[in-house]
Every structure is written in C-alpha cells, then in structure tokens.
C-alpha cells in the first residue's frame, strides 16, 4: 500500500526555521515525482513545491521561493522541506503528494499524505 | 499565473440529486486539470486527472469533462459520502493552482 506520513510540524516563531518530512512507502520512491501543497485554516489549496524523482528539477512557488528549499534522500524513501524564515502567513497543513511519473511537469497528484500542522506565532 | 474560480462557493443539495460543479480558469489550456475532494478533517483525494479519466477507485457517478478555460464535474447521483469540498487544480502551467474549493453540503 502506497502510503506517505508527514512529520516536523509544530510551534514556529516567526523569522525561525522548521524542517518537515514526509516518509513513503510501497512504491519505489525515487521513480516520482513529489510535492508540497499546504492549506491555511479554513482556506483552500495552496501548491508550495516540487521535486523530480532524481532531485535536479525543483518548483516554488513566489510566496516561497528563497525561503523554503525542498529536497529528497531517496536512500531513505524520505522528501523534507527546509523552511526559514518562516511567517504568520505560512501557518498551514502541510500535506505532501506524490505524482504519477518522474517528473512533476504535466502530472497531477496522485497520492496524498495526511498532513502535518505548523503554526507560526510569536 | 492561472487564475482558477470554482462556483459555486457552496451548493446545498439532497442525497440522490444529480450535481455539477463548474472550474474556469483565467487562460487556456488543454486537458491537465485535476478534480480533489476532501472530506472534514481528511487530505484531498485525486478524484480525476486529464479532466476527464477518473482515478482508481473513483465511482462511475464521478464524471469531468472540459477543456480551454470552462470545466466541469458532475456526480450523477449524491451519495452521503460524497458531501464534501471539491478542489479543482491545473497542472498545465508553473504555478500550479487551485480553484477556492466548492463545499457540498446537505440540503
């Protein structure tokens, strides 16, 4: 069974940093594609980030970028996002999702983790 | 970045009833929209992918269809699970976005 547990979230101040994890299982990890999508209280989706299979291909998206830095150890079946400098606005769900294919280009996703909540507040 | 507007914001209907919920988007594109629903307190789940193609597991009373800028999804017959959120999201273009959500509630 394909399954995908997020972990890392808690009580951020804001300007700190927080690293999220998700570990998979059940498919061959490093043969998808994988994302960050998160969802403020009560809000809708928001998509973060993705990640190639390989690595070498990343997506932000502005409110992010160059603050949050995705990655993956496909040795370990795990995707992390690193984020720093953290706002009250990034106080959401985290979930991460895992696409159909290699690269996340052109793919939906397909599979969803079941989240994990970060609250930034001073 | 595309825009996507989903309406309506909530729709009250009663178990049987056939329901259509409408995604537009803010450019063109061809078919590489998604349908998710949620259900309170859970992550979303793909319900179709290519606008139309419905993933595994997916009932038959789900069906989507589309392309350009208008779409559509449409349960044939409303199940009581089937009272949730329905997200629509694109992947055609960086970035990815979402529609607000459409709530599905019991009338």
């Known amino acids: 069974e394909v399954q995908l547990v997020e972990s890392g979230g808690g009580l951020v101040r804001p300007g700190e940093s927080r690293r999220l994890s998700c570990a998979a299982s059940?498919?061959?990890?490093?043969?998808?594609?994988m994302s960050w999508v998160r969802q403020a209280p009560g809000k809708g989706l928001e998509w973060v980030s993705s990640?190639?299979?390989?690595?070498?291909?990343?997506y932000f998206a502005d409110s992010v970028r160059g603050r949050f830095t995705i990655s993956r150890d496909n040795s370990k079946s795990t995707l992390y996002l690193q984020m720093d400098t953290v706002r009250v606005e990034d106080t959401a769900i985290y979930y991460c999702?895992?696409?159909?294919?290699?690269?996340?280009?052109?793919?939906?996703?397909?599979?969803w983790g079941t989240g994990t909540t970060v609250t930034v507040s001073s | 970045e595309i825009v996507m507007t989903q309406s309506p914001a909530t729709l009250s209907v009663s178990p049987g009833e056939r329901v259509t919920l409408s995604c537009r988007a803010s450019?063109?594109?061809?078919?590489?929209l998604a349908w998710y629903q949620q259900r309170p307190g859970q992550p979303p789940r793909l319900l179709i992918y290519?606008?139309?193609t419905r993933a595994t597991g997916v009932p038959a009373r789900f069906s989507g269809s589309g392309s350009g800028t208008e779409f559509t999804l449409t349960i044939s017959s409303l199940q009581s699970e089937d009272f949730a959120v329905y997200h629509c999201?694109?992947?055609?273009?960086?970035?990815?976005?979402f529609g607000q959500g459409t709530k599905v509630e019991i009338k």
């Open positions: 999702a895992k696409a159909p294919g290699e690269w996340p280009s052109y793919y939906y996703m397909d599979v």
């Open positions: 059940g498919f061959t990890f490093s043969s998808f594609a």
């Open positions: 990640i190639s299979g390989g690595g070498r291909a990343t």
């Open positions: 450019h063109t594109f061809s078919s590489n």
């Open positions: 290519g606008a139309s």
């Open positions: 999201q694109q992947y055609n273009n960086w970035p990815w976005t």
